[in-house]
């Protein structure tokens, strides 16, 4: 008598720093959402357990949460005997790339592939040093052709470009009267155009760029009544903006609202998604304003000019140029109604199924199913 076919799920451990509600955390929290979870026993395990914004939403998908604590990655991965990792930010990624190389794992040794979400994540040192271990990975997943082209990417034994994607089914459907209702909330009713700069306040995002671009604009007779940036997010450097805001009288041009769940209603509300960074992946707030049918007005830097055409479904610049490009959305209206209907043209681009399914295949865990065909996936043997 034959013995029955025991049939395993394999375990799958997404490696992260924290769970706040940053753009590589929300991006994989979106891709386990849309990702046949039966096919695998998914872990995220993070090394920063105060960091927990997301927990309660990825618990919610009966995805488990473990909290490795600093420098304890390596030891909890091999406890629990995965035969996956994907590592998703740089401290970890070393760590856990260290301990390969020094044979840690043993016979239990996972695959290990890292994804790459920038260009840049600090010192060139610690760059250098991370990608000189990447021998050692089964492969790197980058989420756009500029950080495929980084330092962080070199010596990929394998190298794939995996773009991300949002919820698009959701967030097109956000309603005019939700907007007006949460245009009232913001007290902006009688402004002309309203822009949404949903992002964390650090350094690289450069938000001191756009307040410094408000005041050019405010000194060529432009108006709260025809200007407002609404801020969403927290972070090291929001309290240097507000003052630099207050010290140059500018109160009126901007709304403070935090961290706010599900931001992309924030996009959906405004007229365009603004980013003013100096540097970039490929930007969540850019898929959720292309998924909401909003144009994007950005610095042209990393990623974003793979998802928005310069002119048709948004406006890249120049740091330099940030007033002028502000300044001109705000002063064409066709401008504005043509690019914002050429970016809710676009929206299957930035579907978060594409980049599941995509996901699915390079772990080896992917079932038929009826979804759309992948189509924004690149592959680089």
Do not use: C
């Amino acid at each position: 008598m034959s013995r029955p076919t025991v049939v395993t799920t394999p375990t799958i451990v997404e490696a992260i720093w924290g769970l706040d509600r940053g753009g590589a955390e929300v991006l994989l929290l979106e891709r386990l959402r849309a990702s046949d979870r039966d096919a695998a026993d998914y872990v995220v395990v993070t090394s920063r357990p105060e960091l927990r914004g997301l927990t309660p939403d990825f618990e919610e998908l009966g995805i488990r949460v473990v909290a490795a604590g600093s420098r304890r990655v390596a030891a909890t991965v091999k406890r629990l005997r995965p035969a996956i990792v994907n590592v998703h930010s740089p401290r970890p990624a070393l760590w856990l790339k260290s301990a390969l190389a020094a044979g840690y794992f043993g016979r239990t040794r996972p695959r290990l592939i890292e994804t790459i979400h920038s260009e840049r994540y600090g010192h060139p040192a610690f760059e250098y040093t991370s990608s000189r271990l990447n021998p050692v990975l089964d492969r790197v997943v980058a989420v756009s052709r500029a950080v495929a082209g980084s330092q962080l990417a070199r010596l990929a034994p394998r190298l794939d470009i995996v773009r991300p994607g949002v919820d698009v089914a959701t967030i097109s459907q956000w309603s005019r009267p939700q907007t007006e209702a949460l245009r009232g909330r913001f007290d902006v009713l009688d402004t002309r155009v309203l822009l949404a700069m949903v992002a964390g306040f650090r350094t690289a995002k450069n938000h001191l760029r756009l307040v410094h671009a408000i005041e050019t604009l405010a000194r060529s007779g432009f108006t709260p009544a025809d200007l407002v940036v609404i801020l969403a997010g927290d972070g090291p450097t929001r309290g240097s903006v507000e003052t630099a805001i207050r010290a140059r009288g500018l109160g009126d041009f901007f709304r403070f609202v935090g961290n706010v769940p599900r931001a992309w209603r924030v996009i959906a509300t405004a007229d365009a998604a603004l980013l003013t960074s100096d540097r970039e992946g490929l930007p969540v707030v850019v898929m959720e304003a292309i998924a909401a049918g909003r144009p994007v007005l950005s610095t042209d830097v990393g990623g974003v000019s793979e998802l928005v055409a310069d002119g048709q479904t948004g406006l890249l610049f120049d740091p330099a140029d940030t007033a002028a490009a502000i300044g001109r959305f705000v002063g064409d209206a066709d401008l504005r109604v043509r690019l914002t209907r050429q970016a809710a043209a676009r929206r299957a681009d930035v579907d978060i199924r594409h980049t599941a399914a995509a996901m699915e295949r390079i772990y080896g865990v992917a079932r038929p199913r009826s979804r759309d065909p992948i189509r924004v996936v690149d592959g680089l043997a």
